[in-house]
């Protein structure tokens, strides 16, 4: 069975400090993708990375950056110089990459940016 | 915006009722994906539909149905409410299944069971 986990459950900087949101997660499938998404207080879901198993390569978008390690089954998500606009909850995902290809979702990390 | 609309926003009803959840997807979308987040359960997956045929099932209960009809939208039908089924429902599209085309989520349903 598909699990992912978020052990990180709040996290609370200040604004502009660079913070990392963890991601481990399990899965006897050799091709596989994972996501992030973020969940404002506003309540939607929004995306915001695919990535797919083949692919390790680190990928950069402005400020977010995410780090996939297939050695430590990891999906770590970075954000420099924090705003509180990022202020959201943030859930990993897993999905396989056949089949019902349905979302396997970790708890979520709530990240609060202070001002 | 997504694209995927959901209605209504907010629902509140009483136990034993029924509701009836509506979702559309993002144009061209051929999957729709329903969700429920809950506190205890977090974000599940509840059923998929593909153009028009049910794909795959999670955790839903017999008291809950959907149906994806021919314009590719889909109701969910939540029967016999309980206070446990007071939860965000989300709806998802994909133009195809999530592993090559990511799913975009609409505003999600609030429901209340009293």
Redesign the interface.
């Known amino acids: 069975a598909q699990k992912v986990t978020q052990a990180q459950t709040e996290i609370s900087v200040v604004e502009k400090e660079d913070v990392t949101l963890d991601c481990v997660y399990e899965t006897r499938d050799t091709t ?2 994972l ?1 992030w ?1 973020k969940q404002p207080p506003s ?5 915001l990375i ?1 990535r797919n198993s083949f692919d390790e390569q680190n990928e950069i978008s402005g400020r977010y950056s995410w780090n996939f390690q297939k050695s430590t089954s990891s999906f770590n998500f970075t954000i420099t110089a924090s705003q509180v606009v990022d202020s959201a909850v943030y ?1 990993c995902a897993l ?14 990390t709530r990240l609060t940016i202070n001002p | 915006d ?1 694209g995927v609309t959901q209605t209504p926003k907010h629902l509140i009803t009483a136990t034993g009722q029924r509701v009836t959840l509506r979702c559309s997807p993002r144009s061209g979308d051929l999957s729709v ?1 329903w ?1 429920q987040q809950s506190l205890d359960q ?4 509840l059923i ?1 539909y593909y153009n028009g045929e049910e ?2 099932k ?1 955790n839903i209960l017999e008291r809950f149905s959907a149906q994806q009809f021919p314009d590719l939208h889909s109701e969910l039908n939540l029967s016999s409410l309980e206070l446990g089924d007071s939860a ?1 429902y ?1 709806c ?1 599209s994909s133009a195809r ?4 085309n ?7 349903t ?1 429901l209340t069971v009293t």
Request: glycine letters at 20%; a positive charge.
């Open positions: 596989y993708y996501f998404y309540g939607e879901l929004v995306f695919r859930f999905s396989e990459a056949q089949g019902a290809q349905k979302l396997v979702f970790g708890q979520g | 997504s994906y969700y977090g974000l599940q997956f998929q794909r795959a999670g965000l989300f998802a299944g999530a592993g090559r990511e799913q975009y989520f609409g505003p999600g609030r």
